[in-house]
């Protein structure tokens, strides 16, 4: 059976490694010429725990047009414009693309996150000829992914997934073949169920990140540590409140949940207000920033973490460079992160030479090896502002540091 797929992004090259692992054959498809070229060198242009082995055992070809396949999957992007309203325009012209290779008996996938209805109000039109009807003549099923960056191989084996048919059958035979590796449950529903699904999954994650985060503004107003707050509420049997932070990024969290607000706006009011919260943070941690630096210009403040989540190199919709933007009007900034090249040619310690603050904004691994001595050192004063609660708070203390820690209203800036 060949498996064509779309888009050889952070979802498809793993899926495509994947099927390809099982014994399938797969061909890549992306309209980006470098990624190809390095698929086919049998280099990969993502980072992921474990994909290089298995590609470099299981590799699959890429090219830039789709070709005649059993099973197309799409995995494309789904961003959103300036007003936050999702654009499909990949999704539409992947299912263009492919369209032309479409036969009879052909299963459709769309991976990619949409906002309910995509898939029979926009792809199915797309795909369909007078000859060849979706539902009778070949199959179309909504499957959603849901894995996390940094355990994507895990959580594609281990995850339950739901396949939402435009018919049932569709969505059995999507089933079967995603058995193929899925070791968790494979649900079947309709397309709408699914697409809406998926999207209320990260809609829960953004409203209660948001609490967590409306929770770090109520205990820095009350004097109190929120990280302590959440720690005991937690300790209920039923209750678990996430972890603020100097603000949300990728994909699930900042952007999916506006998929649901474009489609039912006046019921949704509680979700556009999570968005709006989780979007304010990092203008709340420049505020922090300032008041810890008694000014707001001519400082110099080194920032730790590009990316928007600890131990990947992905830097989209990052909270970081929001931060960058608002300091760096009138202050020198500096950025550090070992997994993104583009901010590691510079030393750590060449970033720290003589700053005013040292502000850590993404939990990477690597940043509790960090020789904090050495920087308070070279540092022109040894500040440091903690907004994922990862710093051990005692021993840079001791070191001499001043430390600050968002949403602890107990210390005082
Ligand atoms: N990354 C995640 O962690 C994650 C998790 C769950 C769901 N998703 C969803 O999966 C989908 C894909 O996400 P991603 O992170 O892989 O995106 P991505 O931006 O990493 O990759 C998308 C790829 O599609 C390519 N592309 C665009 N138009 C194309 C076309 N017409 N033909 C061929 N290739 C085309 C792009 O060049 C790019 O390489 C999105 O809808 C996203 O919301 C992502």
Redesign the pocket.
């Known amino acids: 059976m060949k498996i064509c797929i ?7 090259i793993p899926t495509a490694t994947m099927f390809a692992s099982k014994g399938y054959e797969v061909i890549g ?4 010429e470098n ?1 190809v070229k390095a698929i086919n060198s049998k280099h990969l242009p993502i980072e992921e725990k474990g994909l290089s082995e298995l590609f470099s055992n299981h590799p699959f070809k890429a090219s830039l047009t789709p070709e005649i396949a059993d099973v197309f999957i799409i ?4 961003p959103t414009d300036e007003n936050r309203k999702v654009d499909l325009t ?1 999704v539409i ?2 299912s263009r ?1 492919i369209a032309p290779y479409i036969k009879r008996n052909d299963l459709v996938i769309l ?4 906002p309910p209805g995509t898939t029979n109000d926009i792809v199915l039109p797309i795909l369909e000829k007078e000859n060849l009807k979706a539902g009778v003549d070949f199959n179309l099923v909504h499957s ?6 940094g355990n994507m191989l895990q959580e594609l084996l281990s995850n339950d997934r739901i396949m939402g048919g435009i018919t049932r059958e569709g969505a059995v035979r999507a089933k079967e073949l995603y058995s193929s590796f899925v070791k968790g449950q494979i649900y079947v529903t309709d397309a709408k169920t699914a697409e809406t699904a998926k999207l209320m999954e990260n809609t829960f994650r953004t409203v209660n990140i948001a609490l967590a985060n409306e929770v770090a503004m109520i205990s820095e107003t009350l004097g109190i540590n929120a990280w302590e707050v959440i720690e005991l509420a937690n300790k209920h049997p039923r209750v678990n409140i996430h972890s603020p932070g100097p603000g949300v990024g ?3 969290i900042p952007v ?1 949940p506006w998929f649901i607000v474009e489609k039912a706006p006046e019921e949704s009011q509680l979700i556009r207000m999570s968005l709006e919260k989780n979007h304010s943070m990092p203008a709340f941690t420049v505020n922090r920033i300032f008041n810890i630096l008694g000014g707001e210009k001519g400082f110099k403040i080194c920032l730790l973490g590009a990316t928007y989540k600890a131990n990947t190199d992905d830097i989209r919709e990052s909270p970081t460079f929001d931060i960058v933007r608002l300091l760096e009007k009138e202050n020198q900034v500096t950025l550090y992160d070992p997994h993104v090249n583009e901010y590691s040619e510079k030393d750590l310690y060449d970033c720290c030479e003589s700053c005013d603050l040292l502000v850590l904004l993404v939990d990477h691994q690597q940043f509790k090896d960090i020789d904090y001595l050495k920087l308070h050192k070279i540092m022109k004063k040894p500040q440091l502002f903690d907004t994922k609660n990862f710093i051990n708070r005692k021993s840079v203390t001791e070191l001499g540091f001043s430390y600050h820690l968002l949403g602890d209203g107990s210390l005082k800036d």
């Open positions: 779309i888009g050889l992004g952070y979802i498809g498809v992306d309209i980006r990624v995995c494309v992007g789904t990949a012209s992947a693309d991976e990619s996150t949409v959603p992914e849901r894995v996390i960056p990728g994909h699930c999916d």
